[in-house]
C-alpha cells in the first residue's frame, strides 16, 4: 500500500524545544515538500527537494531545517528560532515522471505541532 | 511575489445549491490544479488543467481554466453533505503556489 506517512499525528513541545517531524514515502517519487497550515490560511511552502542530497528553502523557511539523505526520508526539524511554530505541518511528494499521477501532489496525514 | 488568490473564504449553501470559487493568479500559469481537504484531513488532488480555457468535469464538479492562463473556477453543481470541506487552487509557475482557500459548508 503505497503513501506517506507521518508521525506523530499530534505533538506537544515545550517553548525553546527543537523537534524534529517525520516523513517517509513509499511512492519512489523524487520530489518532495514541507507545508505549513494556519486556520484559514493556504499552505505554505517551508522547504522542498527534488533529488537526495540536495534541498532548497521555500517562502517560510527561518526557524525551521531539513535533510534529505535517503529519497525515501524527508524530516523537518522545527527549531527554537521559530518564532510561532503552533501549526499543522503537511508532507508532500511529487511524481515528475510519465503516467496518470504526473505532478500530483501526495500528501501525507499531516503532524499537528503544539508548544507550549 | 507571485500569488494566487482565491475567493470567497466560507461559503454556506443549502444542500441542493450550486457553489464557485474562483482563483486568480498575478502572473501566467503553466497549469493549475485543484485539491480538497475534508475537515481534519489533508489536501488531495481533484485534477490538473493545462491548457488554455480547458473545461474539464468530474460527476457535479466543473472546472475551467482561463484563456489568459490565470484565473480558474471550480462550480459544483447540486451540493451535498460530501462536498463539505476546503478547496484549493495551487498555481503552477515553475513551483506551485496555493490559493487560501475557499471552505465550504453545506446545510442539510
Known amino acids: 500500500d503505497g503513501g506517506i506517512t507521518q508521525s506523530p499525528k499530534y505533538l506537544f513541545r515545550k517553548e525553546g524545544q527543537n523537534v524534529t517531524l517525520s516523513c517517509e514515502q513509499n511512492l519512489n517519487h523524487d520530489a518532495m515538500y514541507w507545508y505549513r497550515q494556519d486556520p484559514g490560511q493556504g499552505l505554505r511552502l517551508i522547504y522542498y527537494s527534488q533529488i537526495v542530497n540536495d534541498f532548497q528553502k521555500g517562502d517560510i523557511a527561518e526557524g525551521y531545517s531539513v535533510s534529505r539523505e535517503k529519497k525515501e526520508s524527508f524530516p523537518l526539524t522545527v527549531t527554537s528560532a521559530q518564532k510561532n511554530p503552533t501549526a499543522f505541518y503537511l508532507c508532500a511528494s511529487r511524481n515528475f515522471g510519465p503516467g496518470p499521477s504526473y505532478n500530483e501532489q501526495f500528501f501525507g496525514p499531516g503532524t499537528r505541532l503544539t508548544v507550549l | ?108
Open chain 2, 1 to 108: 511575489g507571485q500569488q494566487v488568490m482565491q475567493i470567497p473564504q466560507y461559503q454556506h449553501v443549502q444542500e441542493g445549491e450550486d457553489f464557485t470559487t474562483y482563483c486568480n493568479s498575478s502572473t501566467t500559469l503553466s497549469n493549475i490544479q485543484w485539491y480538497k481537504q475534508r475537515p481534519g484531513g489533508h489536501p488531495v488532488f481533484l485534477i490538473q488543467l493545462v491548457k488554455s480555457g480547458e473545461v474539464k468535469k468530474q460527476k457535479r464538479l466543473t472546472f475551467q481554466f482561463g484563456e489568459a492562463k490565470k484565473n480558474s473556477s471550480l462550480h459544483i453543481t447540486a451540493t451535498q453533505t460530501t462536498d463539505v470541506g476546503t478547496y484549493f487552487c495551487a498555481g503552477n509557475t515553475g513551483k506551485l503556489i496555493f490559493g487560501q482557500g475557499t471552505t465550504l459548508q453545506v446545510k442539510p
